[in-house]
């Protein structure tokens, strides 16, 4: 029995879903051309779809899982279970319009004409927002839209804004957030749901290994206290004495996203020689 699970073939998602993939341990062939691949050391075959196929897939248990952006997800709507956000693929769906226009509201596209690839999120939205709009559907090149002429306004995914720049729009209303996601079939077997099981535990040690960072201090004994307080640690923070007397050596796990603040603390409150260690996995 092998898990099936469909990735981008290339496109923004293919390198972070492969390299995930790798940093759970899982060693699979990037074969050139290749569609269909196994992994060496664990049960699991690699199916290289357009993502836009990929829910379809899922849906029809042609695959198992799939690795996709929630914007497809969401515009495919098909019966498929999210699992899991991985935290690549970062972007979101927004609508923009020329950069010359005077947009203060939602009510400014009443009437007008909205080009987009994300026609169902699109009109779920403006249904939402009470707003009446024509939905123009094409398949790329969005930002060109309202420069030809083709319509008023546009909806499409932005992640550094620089394509709406370049293209002289300004973005005006944020639709959706996006990341990739694992979805999964909603029929899975036991013994598959065994394998998605054992793959999650290893996506999350990943995770979270990314989220937070190690970190080693030296400590004059008087401000121990004071300097542990700080720290939160996964149990709590180790201790060990220095060689020189009245100084210990902390070891502790910090939240990226707290890191800055408390190193700071940190310092004010006698900490010397910080180092900050990235960690590879994070098992709790
Ligand atoms: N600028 C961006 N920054 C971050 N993530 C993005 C960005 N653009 C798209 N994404 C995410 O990556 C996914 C794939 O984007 P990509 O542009 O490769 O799709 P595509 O051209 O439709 O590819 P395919 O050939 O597989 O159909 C999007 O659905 C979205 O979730
Ligand atoms: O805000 P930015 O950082 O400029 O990113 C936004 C652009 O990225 C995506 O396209 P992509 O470059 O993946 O090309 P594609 O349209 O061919 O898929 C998206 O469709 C936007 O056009
Ligand atoms: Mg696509």
């Given amino acids: 029995m092998v898990l099936r699970i469909a990735i981008q073939k290339s496109g923004r998602l293919n390198e972070d879903s492969m390299k995930l993939l790798k940093e ?3 060693d699979i062939a990037n074969g050139v051309n290749k569609l269909r691949t196994e992994a060496s050391n664990f049960p699991i075959e690699v199916y290289f779809l357009r993502d836009d196929d990929i829910p379809q897939y899922v849906e029809d248990e042609v695959a198992d899982i799939g690795f996709v952006g929630e914007n497809v997800v969401y515009e495919k709507n098909k019966k498929v279970e999210v699992v899991e956000q991985l935290g690549f693929g970062k972007c979101r769906l927004s609508i ?5 226009e005077v947009y203060n509201d939602v009510s400014y596209l009443h009437g007008k004409r909205i080009a987009t690839t994300y026609p169902v999120i699109v009109r779920k939205f403006m249904e939402e927002q009470g707003v009446d709009a024509e939905i123009h559907e094409i398949s790329g090149s969005v930002e060109i839209a309202p420069g030809i002429g083709l319509a008023h306004a546009i909806c499409d995914l932005v992640s550094s804004g620089s394509t709406l720049f370049m293209n002289g729009l300004k973005e005006v209303e944020t639709v959706l957030k996006s990341q990739a996601v694992l979805i999964k079939s909603s029929h899975l077997n036991e013994e598959k749901q065994r394998l998605l099981d054992k793959l999650l535990f290893r996506i999350k040690a990943v995770k979270r290994s990314k989220n937070n960072k190690y970190i080693l201090l030296n400590a004059p004994n008087d401000k121990l206290s004071e300097i542990i307080g700080l720290l939160p640690g996964m149990k709590s923070p180790t201790v060990l004495p ?4 009245g100084w210990s050596s902390v070891h502790s796990v910090l939240k990226e996203s707290d890191f800055w603040e408390i190193i700071e603390k940190l310092k004010e409150a006698g900490a010397q020689g910080i180092l900050v260690v990235p960690i ?5």
């Fill in 280 to 284: 590879e996995k994070m098992i709790i």
């Fill in 96 to 100: 923009a319009v020329s950069r010359n």
């Fill in 242 to 245: 220095l060689a020189e007397s």
């Fill in 24 to 26: 759970c341990g899982i």
